[in-house]
């Protein structure tokens, strides 16, 4: 039977479609799940809180759902390099509350602001975030591979679930739908620039999302989403950075939050602090300054035992959070890479790029995909041609918009 839409949408489709590839084996990954024991535990209970009324010993990370044969399971999310914006990583955009936050905020920094306004159904949180996460880290390795990219995307519920090292449950895959909801009707105004271009916008973080369902039972089988073009410039033009996989295993939204402001601002340094003040208006966090103290202590005392967090070791000295890289870490969790040449194009590349980019200066589009390339760790190419070609291809595309 073919597939049918759900009735849950917000928004029309676009034929203009970037398609994530179905992983290898994942259909009969998936059919093995729906055959288990159901599941239905609720993941915001798993995660654990800083208020729940009765704290049990837990582990420090969540378990690592993701089975030990993931290379069968899952050949293309297993070589995709988890991404984030730098705009999000910069700014509190994500709601860190477990209840419903219909709270109007707006942030204000050296000159950049933005106004948030969520909808009735609430403010997008930080683990709703995990799909624009999902939808950053195909769209980087698509370009850095010289395929076409696309704001509106299509994938496969099941491998975004493991990709995030969820439960398949009925409860996470309902939990969707949910931030579907809140990620289209969180609305945004700001004047921070993606993509080297300054405008006063207004958006959501998706413009519509569509789940399609594959038989009458209304399983779940696809997800299609439509990127704000905000998020959509910013993601194409490399403003990214790499995360840590154990950033889907950390159960506070706190300490999700902390480590996406370690790596945007410590990055490769030795160490990187901020104010305790500073640090609750980026995080974003409601409430008195003295609570979140008393938060951050706990997440470092936790640590100190567990040193579960990724990349950095987190101290408070005076009123200040520290964050120090860790000794030999590796950036994002990733093995150190070999040292790859800076990729050299044919002469003729020259020719084509201008065939598919006319009126660009196509040595300013070499000199961008080569930082590109840089911050995106480096990768070494099949085809360096096919992957600027690409990148002309995309650069050019998003001007049109």
């Not at 970037?18 to 995660?47: H, V």
Request: hydrophobic share 35%; glycine share 6%; aromatic share 8%.
């Amino acid at each position: 039977m073919a597939p049918r839409k759900s009735k849950i949408s917000t928004g029309p489709e676009t034929e203009d479609l970037f398609r994530i590839p179905t992983a290898k084996a994942s259909a009969q990954a998936e059919a093995r799940a729906a055959s288990a024991i159901p599941d239905d535990r609720d993941e915001e209970t798993e995660r654990g809180h800083l208020d729940d009324a009765n704290p049990v010993k837990r582990q420090a990370l969540l378990p690592n759902r993701r089975p030990e044969d993931l290379l069968y399971f899952l050949i293309e999310p297993l070589e995709v390099v988890l991404k984030d914006d730098m705009a999000s990583m910069e700014s509190p955009i994500y709601s860190l509350s477990k209840s419903i936050d219909t709270t109007i905020i707006r942030y204000e920094h050296n000159g950049n602001w933005l106004e948030i306004v969520p909808s009735v159904k609430g403010r997008a949180t930080i683990y709703d975030k995990d799909l624009i996460l999902y939808c950053t880290s195909h769209i980087v390795r698509a370009v850095n591979e010289g395929r076409p990219v696309s704001p509106t995307i299509r994938f496969s519920a099941y491998d975004f679930l493991q990709f995030a090292n969820r439960t398949k449950s009925g409860v996470a895959y309902n939990s969707l739908r949910d931030t579907l909801v809140r990620l289209n009707g969180t609305r945004i105004t700001t004047n921070i620039v993606t993509g080297k271009e300054r405008h006063e916008s207004v958006f959501g973080l998706i413009e519509h999302g569509t789940i399609i369902s594959e038989t009458r039972d209304g399983r779940m089988k696809e997800i299609e989403v439509k990127l704000s073009e905000w998020v959509f410039r910013g993601i194409a033009n490399a403003e990214v950075l790499t995360l840590h996989q154990d950033y889907f295993r950390l159960r506070r939204p706190l300490e999700r939050r902390l480590y996406e402001l370690a790596r945007k601002h410590c990055g490769s340094k030795e160490e990187w602090a901020m104010s305790m003040e500073l640090c609750m208006k980026k995080a974003g966090s409601k409430g008195p300054l003295k609570e979140f103290r008393r938060m951050v202590r706990e997440i470092v005392e936790d640590n100190e035992q567990t040193d579960h967090f990724p990349d950095y070791s987190v101290a408070i000295e005076g009123d200040s959070i520290v964050f120090r890289r860790k000794a030999r870490a590796k950036l994002g969790g990733r093995k150190e890479p070999a040292k790859v040449a800076q990729p050299k194009l044919n002469p003729d590349s020259y020719a084509k790029a201008r065939a598919v980019a006319p009126g660009w200066d196509v040595y300013a589009l070499e000199a961008e995909w080569i930082e590109f390339w840089n911050t995106s760790g480096r990768p070494e190419f099949k085809s360096a041609d096919a992957a600027f070609i690409g990148f002309c291809k995309s650069r050019a595309r998003d001007q049109k918009r």
